[in-house]
């Protein structure tokens, strides 16, 4: 044999993945740039891109930027009269990566629904992108002569979403005009994790919330009318009595009773985790090194669960501990099968972190004497 030295460089695929967790697609009308696909960030100037007078898409998206905070980014796509909004979000597919889509100015009913519950499927499927959808539905009618009270408001909304099943959709009803832009920046807040939820009070009110809607006869927006919307599957926001400021209350979905995905936090974490396991898996097609062996079966498993172990990375700063996106993995979380010779399965056990939703504090007095000094 001729001697020869040959070396390799062999790609072991550590590096990061890119990101898009917090970057979300606006899809609305506005008075400039119309059929374009625009990237927006806080340094954006809303006027020059989309006009200047109001439109829904710019306010929106200045309530997100407002509310999501620093290192705020996202894509508008500004919507034709004649275009379907289904297409214009296949068409900004095909130029960048999204978590969600913020979709306005649409006439919501359960049709829509059913199609953006669809949308979600095609784009799993013909994509691998998962990516949760928020649609806005329009606010109370406040017409003296034909609008709405607050209880027929509540009836109709919760005749829209009945029967469905939607576990990638949210509904947010648009009691302020800039609702869904507020929610939708609240999402993408860089101060909390994917996993934290809308709920959460310690980072702050919402911003740009201002006073109250009315209904027809002139009744301010109650408290309870907010508690039957959420119960009937809607996300809205919500107050505190004699405290200030107004908050998120549930980040509903549309899935069913008893459903993993009622609320948006479990969807985005396991989608997080669907969009790392996607890329783990392919580079490992036609790996002869991932095999049944017991060696090869313990590294797959070390293999897989990297993503999980850094999803669960936590922080403490001060002694206050700061949770990562899922709880630590535990031994057998990851299980690998071999169904064929050429045909394998990885499951995934994803545990999420507690999260006080409801807290309850139980006062009690002690009228013993007091024997000190």
Request: with cysteine; proline share 4%; aromatic share 8%.
């Amino acid at each position: 044999m001729w001697p020869y030295v040959q070396i390799n460089n062999l790609n072991q695929l550590q590096g990061p993945v890119s990101e898009v967790e917090r970057h979300l697609l606006f899809i609305g009308s506005a008075a400039s740039n119309t059929g374009q696909l625009l990237s927006v960030n806080a340094q954006s100037d809303f006027d020059q891109l989309l006009g200047q007078g109001d439109s829904e898409l710019k306010t929106n998206l200045l309530a997100a930027r407002d509310n999501a905070g620093q290192n705020w980014s996202a894509a508008a796509f500004v919507l034709p009269t004649d275009m379907d909004w289904i297409e214009a979000a296949r068409a900004a597919q095909q130029t960048q990566s999204f978590e969600g889509m913020v979709v306005l100015g649409q006439i919501v009913n359960g049709d829509l629904i059913t199609a953006a519950q669809a949308l979600n499927q095609e784009l799993i499927a013909k994509w691998g992108r998962w990516q949760f959808i928020l649609l806005g539905v329009p606010g109370i009618n406040k017409d003296p002569d034909e609008g709405e009270s607050w209880s027929e408001y509540e009836a109709r909304l919760a005749t829209l979403q009945d029967g469905i099943k939607a576990d990638a959709i949210a509904l947010v009803p648009m009691l302020w005009p800039t609702l869904l832009g507020v929610y939708a920046g609240r999402l993408c807040n860089r101060a909390v994790s994917i996993a934290d939820s809308p709920c959460r009070v310690k980072t702050g009110a919402l911003v740009g919330v201002g006073s109250k809607p009315l209904d027809k006869e002139g009744t301010e927006l109650p408290l309870a009318t907010l508690q039957t919307l959420e119960a009937n599957r809607y996300s809205v926001p919500m107050w505190y009595p004699d405290y200030d400021g107004f908050y998120w209350a549930d980040g509903r979905q549309l899935d069913a009773e008893g459903g993993d995905y009622q609320v948006i936090e479990n969807l985005r974490v396991a989608y997080k985790v669907a969009r790392r396991m996607r890329i783990r898996a392919i580079a490992r097609i036609g790996d002869r090194s991932f095999n049944s062996s017991p060696g090869s079966t313990a590294a797959a498993i070390t293999y897989f669960g990297k993503d999980l172990r850094e999803m669960a990375r936590a922080t403490t700063i001060n002694g206050q501990l700061f949770p990562g996106d899922i709880a630590s993995p535990k031994e057998g979380d990851i299980t690998i099968a071999w169904t064929a010779k050429n045909l394998v399965s990885v499951f995934v056990v994803v545990r999420t972190v507690d999260c006080p939703k409801g807290i309850t504090v139980n006062i009690m007095l002690d009228l013993s004497l007091n024997e000190e000094g």
